[in-house]
């Protein structure tokens, strides 16, 4: 049974950061790639960001390019989302998820096989 668990979510200001942990276990990391969903009250859950399963390629949803940055330790079966100039928008459920088939991450929900509890990231203004 592959588990994932977040970390990091917290309250912070508008323009700071936050560093997202999503720790895994109960299957072969490395061969997953990972991305990170957002859930904001009353709208559907989106993609955020994703990394290939080699950590060589990234993708991003245009709001957060060059403001959000994903990251991976496949010796600690970690993930990592570094979110900086925070803005209220930004305000959601963060989930992590892992797709165990397919070569480049999907953006789609329905694309990923595993998913987190998720951790509540609050920006204020």
């Known amino acids: 049974q592959v588990q994932l668990v977040e970390s990091g979510g917290g309250l912070v200001q508008a323009g700071g950061s936050l560093r997202l942990s999503c720790a895994t276990s109960?299957?072969?990391?490395?061969?997953?790639?990972m991305g990170w969903f957002r859930q904001a009250p009353g709208k559907e859950r989106e993609f955020v960001i994703a990394i290939s399963w080699s950590g060589g390629s990234t993708y991003y949803q245009d709001s957060v390019k060059g403001r959000f940055a994903i990251s991976r330790d496949n010796n600690k079966n970690a993930v990592y989302l570094q979110m900086n100039s925070l803005k209220p928008e930004d305000t959601a459920v963060y989930y992590c998820?892992?797709?165990?088939?397919?070569?480049?991450?999907?953006?789609?929900?329905?694309?990923?096989?595993?998913w987190g509890q998720g951790t509540q990231v609050t920006v204020s203004s």
């Open positions: 109960g299957g072969i990391f490395s061969r997953y790639a």
């Open positions: 998820a892992a797709q165990e088939k397919g070569v480049v991450p999907g953006r789609l929900a329905r694309e990923y096989d595993y």
